[in-house]
């Protein structure tokens, strides 16, 4: 078989591909339609079509780290759970949780998604209508509600992640994440104003009580695909830090990112952010709260704090990237402009507090 042009056999060796989906009962023929897609991820999307069927091919980067093959062989577990519920998600058509298959990399087929990326463009009818701007917004929380509503156990998630303690432990875990970064020659450490106050508030404030769920881990307008001819969630997709923990923390995680005028949001919405015309926080909660079984054993009236661990928690992870553009391990561009983003979630989840302690 003639290896499709600009995709080396080191990615996918296209000769190991035909003879493991005829193993899986997949239709046969020639690949057709290849090509790399671009994406936010570091792990490779491969979309093609063979025997009258679309596919889009998901593994990893082209040097795997220590736990890519681990990582992408939970995202095929949800995906499949996820299967015959309402969250809008790619399919898995068939997954290879064996690394042994096709050059040390686990993939596995998923349905393409037909949408875009509003972080990245915003095609017409889109850009010019308002109303349905301010529906995309909405649908960002639906689409989130729809997850929330899942029962773990019943899709057969049980054991998936260690929901005992999550809320107990975040504080701990991610300021330890944080003095890890000191390992780093050339990090002088943390300098983000705000951050002991929001830590110390956090440990004051947890939640007593939560209901555990499937959390998406990284919930905001970049991992969203939006229908081409409307308002509609297409997908959500990225669900590398996908567990079982609180699904409030992704509502908390929206919050946290969702574009506000003049401040580091817009960096992270892009052009949607840019447009203008979307709902306000408040009505994010109100349209998560709409459907009553993701609601239901959670509570709302707390989501503030989930807000506050979100900024807390994201700023951590950015500051990791600037932690190592200090010890020559990353661009100073990038390492510059995501500690720019990690002050700027400090300084929103300080405004949350405030606003909650008014």
């Known amino acids: 078989m003639q290896q499709p042009a600009g995709i080396g056999r080191e990615l996918v060796d296209f000769d190991v591909l ?31 079509s063979r025997g009258g069927r679309e596919y889009v091919l998901r593994r990893g980067p082209r040097h795997l780290r220590t736990r890519t093959n681990d990582v992408l062989r939970r995202e095929a577990r949800v995906l499949t759970a996820l299967d015959g519920t309402a969250v809008p998600a790619p399919r898995v058509i068939a997954a290879c949780p ?82 890890g970064y000191g390992a780093l020659d050339g990090y002088p450490g943390p300098d983000i104003p705000g951050l002991e106050r929001v830590a110390a508030w956090l440990d004051a404030h947890r939640p007593a ?30 669900w590398e830090m996908c567990t079982i923990g609180d699904p409030l923390l992704d509502l908390g995680w929206l919050l946290a990112t969702w574009p506000a005028h003049g401040d580091m949001s817009a960096t992270l919405a892009g052009p949607l952010g840019d447009a203008g015309g979307l709902p306000g926080p408040g009505e994010l909660v109100t349209a998560y709260a709409e459907r009553a079984e993701a609601a239901r054993g959670r509570d709302l009236a707390s989501i503030t704090w989930y807000a506050v661990l979100a900024c807390f928690k994201l700023g ?18 990038t390492g510059d402009l995501l500690h720019g983003i990690t002050l700027g979630l400090f300084r929103r989840a300080e405004a949350f507090i405030a606003a909650e302690d008014a």
């Open 316 to 333: 951590i992870v950015l500051e990791g990237t600037h932690a190592r553009a200090c010890a020559g391990k990353a661009p100073k561009e």
């Open 18 to 48: 035909a003879g493991w989906m005829a193993g899986q009962g997949l239709p046969d023929g020639p690949f057709e339609q290849v090509a790399l897609l671009s994406g936010g991820t570091q792990n490779v999307l491969v979309r093609f």
């Open 98 to 179: 064996d690394e042994n298959v096709m050059n040390g990399a686990v993939f596995y087929l998923m349905t393409p998604v037909d949408g875009f990326n509003a972080s990245v463009t915003l095609p017409e009818p889109h850009a010019s209508d308002a109303g349905m701007r301010r529906e995309m917004g909405l649908n960002a929380a639906r689409a989130l509600s729809a997850l929330g509503a899942v029962d773990h156990e019943a899709v057969g998630l049980a054991g998936f992640g260690k929901p005992e303690g999550f809320l107990e432990r975040q504080v701990g875990r991610w300021m330890s994440e944080l003095d």
């Open 209 to 238: 009580t939560w209901r555990p769920g499937i959390l998406h881990g990284d919930y905001h307008l970049a991992n969203l695909m939006y229908s081409n001819d409307g308002p509609e969630v297409a997908a959500i997709v990225d």
